[in-house]
Nanobody, 122 residues
Framework: QLQAYGGGLVQAGGSLRLFCAAS????????VGWFHQAPGKEREFVAA????????QYADSVKDRFTITRDNAKITVYLQMNSLKPEDTGAYYC?????????????????WGQGTQVTVSS
């Protein structure tokens, strides 16, 4: 079970840190990804981190602005979002995949948390 939180309202250029908390002792066996769904649009890949945290992947739109990390001891994945833009507004979902890589396809993720809302004002 995954729970995403940490969203909120922020001005453009600001920062937010999202959290994805998991339950269960098998957390370290899953790749975790973050996905973004803007109002009226399809959900899209943001970032993913491998089981050990050694491999990460980012969407081009967030490279150099967002950082994904994980702490398996705390069974939590973090998404640090800096230099936020109005187009980053939307719901952010975390998801877990049994894949060994860092897939960017949502269909490779089996478990999903509820979304946390991020609103970036201009």
């Amino acid at each position: 079970q995954l729970q995403a939180y940490g969203g909120g309202l922020v001005q453009a250029g600001g920062s937010l840190r999202l959290f994805c908390a998991a339950s269960g002792r098998t957390f370290s066996r899953y790749t975790v990804g973050w996905f973004h769904q803007a109002p009226g649009k399809e959900r899209e890949f943001v970032a993913a981190i491998s089981r050990s945290g050694g491999i990460t992947q980012y969407a081009d739109s967030v490279k150099d602005r967002f950082t994904i990390t994980r702490d398996n001891a705390k069974i939590t994945v973090y998404l640090q979002m800096n230099s936020l833009k109005p187009e980053d507004t939307g719901a952010y979902y975390c998801a877990a995949s049994p894949s060994w890589g860092t897939p960017n396809d949502e269909y490779e993720y089996d478990y999903w948390g509820q979304g946390t809302q991020v609103t970036v004002s201009s």
